[in-house]
């Protein structure tokens, strides 16, 4: 799907005031925000709503205004209530704007994205995951020219089984830890561990690549795949999941014992469950199994029930797990803590 086709979609939903009687507003909101830089739709929405998620149910697009499903720097948003239900509604700021010789109009701004793009842009079009058939067929790193042990930026590298019709770009990448469902044991897929960019330099059986780009060294074994031309969103539309959908944080990038608002997690649902992009998540930390110190039966084990402990938004989705964005945290989460339907 292009941007464009993406953008007409996200106007078609946000055209379509449902379920605004579900919406609370926050204690203490404005009646109306100035845009700045920086700016963020949830931010925004956060400032107005309980539930930030919500704010497509309460938008209102303008017919008068170009791209009203865009906001800019130095709009207006404005608080109203219609049949008693309240709106958000926007005034087109002065912004910045600059004439041509052939009287074209332009902004220089550009439009907020829904949540903070720098935190994900990495993982958007980079490979991430790969089921174990991906892994068994994919081309491999066997030698690196000029016989250095390991390669890096600018190196020429030599790979089995790439041809000339996956194209002339691949990403190089190595196989990491499986991602195992926690409640049936299934292997989900694997970490694909992105370790750098190539180009083409000539075909054969090994087939010559120049390292375009590297995060890591690259070693012998080392899988290759073509890049893809996936679409990288900017404007996501926030939504619940069409079905009750429960599910575990199962991996945290980087790592951290800790996760924190704003950090990439992976989720064990993926487009198999009806996750899709935009899917919003309410986690919930699980609780502790204790001893009941004061139960007649001796040392019976109690679980504590699950609290709800933050938010997160879906931005990237695969068969089996998906990668969401963790928007608002108010406790420490963790590995294991569950994720539900809002």
């Not at 935190?119 to 067929?137: G, M, N, R």
């Not at 691949?170 to 561990?193: K, Q, S």
């Not at 990439?264 to 992009?277: C, H, K, S």
């Amino acid at each position: 799907m292009s941007i464009l086709k993406s953008l007409a979609l996200a106007v078609a939903m946000l055209a379509t005031v449902a379920y605004a009687d579900q919406v609370v507003l926050k204690d203490g909101h404005p009646d109306r925000y100035v845009v700045v830089k920086g700016d963020t739709l949830w931010d925004i929405s956060e400032r107005f709503l309980n539930s930030p998620w919500l704010w497509p149910e309460v938008w209102y697009v303008n017919p008068q205004i170009e791209n009203p499903h865009l906001i800019y720097p130095g709009d207006l948003i404005n608080l109203v209530y219609v049949d008693g239900k309240p709106q958000l509604r926007v005034e087109r700021g002065k912004g910045t704007f600059k004439l041509s010789p052939k009287a074209r109009v332009e902004r220089l701004d550009k439009a907020i994205p829904t949540i903070p793009i720098d935190a994900i842009q990495q993982f958007l079009t980079q490979p991430l995951v790969a089921d174990e058939d991906t892994l068994k067929s994919a081309p491999y790193v066997v030698s690196s020219a000029d016989e250095h042990l390991i390669a890096g930026a600018n190196d020429r590298i030599y790979v089995r089984g790439v041809s000339a019709d996956q194209g002339s770009r691949y990403n190089i990448f190595r196989p990491g830890d499986p991602y195992t469902d926690p409640d049936t044991g299934e292997i989900l897929g694997y970490e694909a561990m992105y370790l750098g960019d190539a180009s083409s330099e000539k075909f054969g059986d090994p087939s010559t690549l120049k390292l375009t780009r590297t995060t890591r060294e690259i070693n012998i074994g080392d899988r290759v795949m073509p890049m893809t031309q996936e679409d990288v969103y900017a404007y996501f539309t926030p939504h619940s999941p069409d079905k009750e959908i429960d599910g575990t944080i199962i991996s945290v990038v980087d790592g951290v014992s800790q996760i924190g608002q704003y950090q990439v997690v992976v989720l064990n649902r993926g487009t198999r469950e009806g996750v899709d992009v935009g899917t919003v998540f309410e986690i919930y930390q699980t609780g502790d199994i204790i001893v009941d110190q004061v139960s007649e039966k001796r040392d019976e084990a109690v679980k504590l029930p699950d609290e709800k402990a933050g938010v997160l938004m879906v931005f990237r989705t695969f068969d089996k797990v998906s990668f969401g964005l963790i928007m608002k945290a108010t406790s420490a989460l963790h590995v294991g803590d569950r994720i539900r339907t809002p």
